[in-house]
């Protein structure tokens, strides 16, 4: 596999090498936020009111569904009065009981590890919340608990559906009064997203369309993504997460201040090493830094101290400034954008950004 840049301007190669139809799918994020909504909204969710707040939130969740969980802690922030918890497991911490709530988020709500959380929070008397695809296991034991859950059309892979499976537990939480939501705040994210896609479309050629410049810079190069606050970090997450799944990409996420305490010393490191006589740059070490307008003073001279460092040792550098006041609005303007370049990163290489076989394979490895 080779990078060919300029397959990214070819219109027939970006719609014949996408036949499962991934940038579709990321350009449908602003319809997904209206319909997260209202679904979540035709739920009832707001009779989570009802039953008082709970002692903890967890939200179980495997891939593109739990991450769900961190945007949900994210949105609520510092200020939650209680712990906002994300399990990627088969088992619940011990402590999990009957006065927390628990989230299971499942695109196709026959994810086992997910399943497995959801069924022993309704053993242990947990209150119970369900995120997923309709008429699923998922909504079955959901039903069977005389528990909330909301169905989402989910269609294609559950990281193709980031919002509908993300957007009802904010709803939630807002329920809750965990974290004020303004009436028209999902309305001003899918309107945004809607800007980003006409932006990111594939006829928009490469040196104007933001999407396809990421992806240019990240081509060839090992990235190192750092996200400067929770909101951040959670994108750069997401964004290493899609460069494994769509374009089979190797790439590695930290979070400041953390990243700042061993990552960057990557900077000092062989791929940090460029060699000036070679005829092509090769796989080299690029930083990519993922910016929030909310930094804590200490970070922000970190953040611009390590950017200092990598230009000083040639490290090529990315960073991207978040968009937006409230931390969802910001958070959607990084992931959305993220997004778009791991698709088109996956196209200029000639991936199918949709196959998943590596994970197929292992799960049939591991099938009773």
């Known amino acids: 596999m080779t990078w060919e840049p300029e397959r990214l301007d070819d219109q027939r190669h970006l719609s014949e090498a996408d036949p499962g139809g991934m940038l579709p799918a990321v350009a449908a994020s602003a319809a997904q936020i209206r319909t997260g909504y209202r679904s979540a909204v035709e739920a009832r969710l707001d009779r989570l009111a009802g039953q008082g707040r709970p002692r903890a939130v967890v939200v179980a969740g495997m ?54 959380l959801a069924t022993q929070a309704v053993r242990r008397g947990c209150s119970l919340l369900g995120v997923g695809a309709p008429g699923s ?82 081509a060839e190069s090992v990235p190192m993504v750092w996200g400067s606050s929770p909101a951040a970090s959670v994108a750069a997450y997401r964004l290493v997460s899609q460069l494994g799944a769509n374009a089979k990409y190797p790439a590695v996420h930290g979070e400041l201040p953390e990243a700042g305490h061993h990552q960057v010393e990557v900077l000092d490191g062989p791929l940090a090493e460029r060699d000036i006589f070679a005829d092509s740059a090769g796989r080299t070490l690029r930083l990519v830094v993922l910016r929030d307008t909310e930094e804590h003073p200490q970070v922000t001279r970190r953040r611009e101290a390590s950017l200092r460092l990598a230009r000083e040792r040639d490290v090529p550098v990315t960073e991207l400034v978040a968009e937006g006041v409230h931390p969802l609005e910001r958070m959607a303007s990084l992931i959305g954008l993220g997004d778009y370049a791991s698709v088109y990163l996956a196209l200029g290489y000639d991936v199918d950004p949709t196959a998943v076989s590596a994970i197929t394979e292992v799960k049939a490895r591991i099938s009773p």
């Open 137 to 218: 296991a998922l909504e079955a034991i959901a039903t069977q608990a005389s528990a909330l859950y909301v169905p989402v059309p989910v269609t294609g892979q559950s990281r193709a559906n980031l919002w509908l499976l993300s957007i009802p537990p904010i709803v939630a939480a807002a329920a809750l009064r965990l974290v004020s939501v303004e009436a028209d705040l999902f309305e001003r994210v899918a309107r945004s997203l809607e800007d980003l896609a006409h932006r990111c479309r594939p006829s928009s050629e490469s040196f104007i369309n933001p999407g396809k410049s990421l992806a240019m810079h990240l």
């Open 63 to 116: 891939g593109g569904s739990g991450i769900a969980g961190d945007i949900l802690a994210a949105v609520v922030g510092n200020g939650a009065p209680l712990p906002i918890v994300t399990v990627r497991s088969y088992q619940l911490p011990g402590w999990v009981g009957a006065t927390d709530l628990v989230i299971a988020v499942s695109g196709s709500g026959e994810t086992e590890e997910t399943l497995s």
